[in-house]
């Protein structure tokens, strides 16, 4: 087997453990809801087989909506960020994603973290937008994604970091 894949399969289940183990039973003050385990999208080489990584994130989705009994919005979201993904990468790296130069795992430079926030933000804007879907509750739909963003961005970054620390 290859390397690649024991790594995001690894990845994948230690991600949906700690979401579902950890990170669910976590509310600050009532509106933030961190979800790292967007990191499994985020964190799939850049130069990778595309379908396999849309077909990993939906699953990532839908075994977090079984667990959560959330009804798929987590599906729609991951598949959505997986899908969009690369128009992410564009904007945040430019030229070196042309060039296929790209890793998330590095060091954390402000690309990355443009990078981060930006998958993460609208991975939660799906994500409350699909869970709250009232036109009364605009203020939440766009206050709550960018809180629970912040958050979950500062865990993600700290994962990265913590993970694979620069080597300088």
Sequence with gaps: MNSNFLINLLRFVILISFQVLVFNNIKLFGYIDPFPYVLFIILYPANSNKSILLLSSFFLGITLDLFSDT????ATACLILAFIRP????F?????????????????????????????????FIIYTLELFRFGLSIDILVRP?????????ICILSLYLIKPSRQ
């Design 71 to 74: 009804g798929g919005i987590h």
């Design 87 to 90: 128009y992410i990468f564009k």
């Design 92 to 124: 945040a790296f430019g030229l070196s994603y042309e060039y296929q130069t790209i890793k998330i795992s590095e060091k954390v430079s402000s690309e990355r973290i443009v990078f981060v926030f930006i998958a993460v933000f609208i991975h939660h």
């Design 146 to 154: 960018l809180l629970n963003a912040v958050f979950t961005s500062i």
